[in-house]
């Protein structure tokens, strides 16, 4: 079991900054998939930005692309988002989200679907005023 808990969210004007994190804790921080997703009332839960466990390879949805950068503390077992230029469409509750790779040894890939994952935090409340 790995759990996950977000922290860093609030209320924000529109072209301000906020920094998201993800403590996990349990199993091994090794060999793992990471990511956030991030749901707004009446819609799906959507992929923000994905990081494989090997040579940080990162995945940005095309919404976030530019404006917001995921990065992962291995030896602090931490995921991170940092958000800039922020737009009140960014309003969501955002949640990072954890899988192990399993029967492969390519762990550059970065899954995109909320099936892929088997862990989730409890997630963060992020508001941007206009």
């Known amino acids: 079991q790995v759990q996950l808990v977000e922290s860093g969210g609030g209320l924000v004007q529109a072209g301000g900054s906020l920094r998201l994190s993800c403590a996990a804790s349990?199993?091994?921080?090794?060999?793992?998939?990471l990511a956030w997703f991030r749901q707004v009332p009446g819609k799906e839960r959507e992929f923000v930005a994905g990081i494989a466990w090997i040579r940080s390879v990162t995945y940005y949805a095309d919404s976030v692309k530019g404006r917001f950068t995921i990065s992962r503390d291995n030896a602090k077992n931490t995921l991170y988002l940092e958000m800039s230029t922020l737009k009140p469409e960014d309003t969501a509750v955002y949640y990072c989200?954890?899988?192990?790779?399993?029967?492969?040894?390519?762990?550059?890939?970065?899954?995109?679907?909320?099936?892929?994952?088997?862990?989730w935090g409890q997630g963060t409340q992020v508001t941007v005023s206009s």
């Open positions: 349990g199993r091994t921080f090794s060999r793992i998939a």
């Open positions: 989200a954890a899988t192990y790779y399993s029967g492969t040894y390519d762990y550059t890939t970065i899954y995109t679907t909320v099936r892929e994952y088997n862990y």
